[in-house]
């Protein structure tokens, strides 16, 4: 059995402005909060247990590198991207990373970079066999009202069934933080036609704030690759709440 988890931790940020000018958009918590907020996603992912996590919004190599010592990955993988903010999608793993690729050189029909937060594929080693993760951070309803959202869901949905081809030998998996609904028009390229399984069970709920409670957060599987799925979780209670307002969606797989 292998466990793969996706989690946005929310405004994982070191002590440091990085940004020009300075405090220009990232947070700069003091030095304790950080420490408080290191302890608290680490206690999580120690509970949950996952042999490969994906994350989103997490500062920089520097911050990821701190989590994973404190929560026993030996892999911890993140590229730099574009967002104003400086959050960026990152991996740690358990198992053997062979390859960790960024999509972030892709552009749009505008010429914009389409990955503000990466997209990014890690090909694993287990002892079963290859797994592959295409996963990314979408657009959210702050800084776009769908449109770019649906660029990028076609284009995780283009990566996603190309690996499927490419890589009879693995497992494939997409997903990450989508920021929307499983019936949004903003997504229909990876979920309306049904040929990749939302793994999640309906109605699930993955992210609480202010305005309410919604479902963001996904891994998704080839339906032909249904069988491999041995269960599905979305990770709650006071401890997650403590680290972030996202809940992490966690499955386990049969990897023969």
């Not at 967002?83 to 960026?88: T, W």
């Not at 996603?160 to 019936?183: E, F, S, Y």
């Not at 709920?205 to 339906?223: F, K, M, N, P």
């Not at 069988?227 to 049969?254: C, K, N, Q, W």
Request: charged residues 25%; glycine residues 8%.
């Amino acid at each position: 059995m292998v466990r793969v988890a996706t989690w946005n931790v929310h405004d994982l940020f070191d002590a440091t402005d990085r940004l020009a000018p300075p405090g220009a958009l990232d947070l700069v918590p003091a030095p304790d909060a950080v420490e408080e907020k290191l302890d608290a996603v680490a206690a999580v992912l120690e509970a949950l247990g996952a042999d490969v996590v994906v994350l989103q919004e997490v500062e920089n190599a520097e911050i990821l590198a701190r989590l994973a010592a404190r929560a026993g990955y030996p892999e911890a993988r993140l590229v730099e991207g574009e967002d104003p903010r400086g959050i960026d999608v990152a991996a740690l793993s358990r198992l053997p990373i062979d390859a960790y690729l960024s999509h972030l050189g892709e552009l749009d029909a505008l010429g914009r970079p389409l990955w503000p937060r990466d997209c990014i594929e890690v090909h694993l080693r287990t002892a079963g066999g290859a797994l592959a993760i295409v996963a990314s951070h979408l657009s959210s309803a702050r800084s776009d009202d769908g449109t770019r959202r649906l660029v990028q869901a076609a284009r995780l949905r283009e990566i996603a069934d190309g690996l499927d081809r490419a890589r009879p030998d693995a497992l494939v998996l997409a997903g990450g933080d989508l920021n929307d609904a499983p019936a949004s028009a903003a997504l229909a390229p990876l979920l309306a036609d049904g040929a990749w399984l939302d793994l999640a069970p309906p109605g699930a709920v993955t992210w609480e704030g202010e305005a309410g409670a919604s479902r963001l957060d996904y891994l998704l599987v080839a339906r032909g690759d249904a069988a491999a799925v041995l269960a599905v979780s979305i990770a709650g209670g006071e401890r997650v709440r403590a680290a972030s307002d996202h809940r992490p969606v966690v499955v386990d797989l049969s990897l023969r």
